[in-house]
């Protein structure tokens, strides 16, 4: 299974405030079909990527804006379906308040493409919908904002927690190997291995 990087620009909004944020795009397959994690900014690049291979689905890790605003673009290029946790659809309503996702992003199901199977894994507290994606062949995880080369995903904002997060990750994603890769939302890719110790350390000094 390849798994390939798709880097696009522009705006993330929450309460108020702008920032200028790079967003990972994750295509996951082969060659004749794939998954897209997450739909930022610009839909032409991911279908530059996606190169006339069949998506079997627009992946979205959680609702904030700068997740989804190609999506439906990106939906309307390669005719897929959008998926995205039901927590996260007031996130999603600010954006496209007139359009729906076309299917719950379900933890504990699976999503598939090019022979491989993700496995689904609830990791609210970045967003009440957060979601991280596990492909136990390859040992790789596509975990949106839940967790980043440094640490856990920001806190602080609407709808988010961070003794939440850290619950989600001490407990779901320390779950996996020390060697599973982590590809993240933004920034640089990293391993469970390397965020383990910053994690557990900050969760025994909030008390979670």
């Known amino acids: 299974m390849s798994i390939e990087l798709v880097t696009t620009d522009g705006v993330f909004k929450l309460d108020g405030g702008e920032w200028e944020v790079t967003n990972n795009i994750w295509i996951v397959g082969d060659d004749s079909e794939v998954l897209v994690f997450d739909a930022a900014h610009d839909h032409q690049p991911i279908v530059d990527a996606v190169n006339g291979r069949k998506v079997r689905g627009i992946v979205l890790t959680h609702g904030h804006n700068d997740h989804i605003n190609a999506a439906v673009a990106l939906r309307d290029a390669v ?21 729906t996702p076309d299917r719950p992003v379900e933890p504990g199901s699976t999503v598939k493409a090019g022979g491989h199977e993700l496995g689904i894994l609830h990791t609210p507290g970045h967003s009440p919908g957060c979601c991280c994606f596990h492909d136990v062949a390859t040992g790789a995880v596509m975990s949106g904002d839940t967790l980043f080369c440094g640490g856990p995903g920001a806190t602080g904002r609407s709808y988010s927690d961070e003794p939440t997060i ?14 599973t890769v982590v590809h993240t939302g933004h920034g640089d890719t990293t391993t469970i291995g390397a965020e383990r110790d910053g994690v557990v350390a900050r969760a025994d000094e909030l008390g979670v």
């Open 166 to 179: 850290l619950a989600s990750i001490r407990d779901v994603l320390l779950a996996l190997p020390d060697h």
């Open 79 to 99: 005719d897929a379906p959008i998926l995205l946790h039901e927590a996260d659809r007031m996130l999603w309503d600010v954006v496209y308040p007139d359009d």
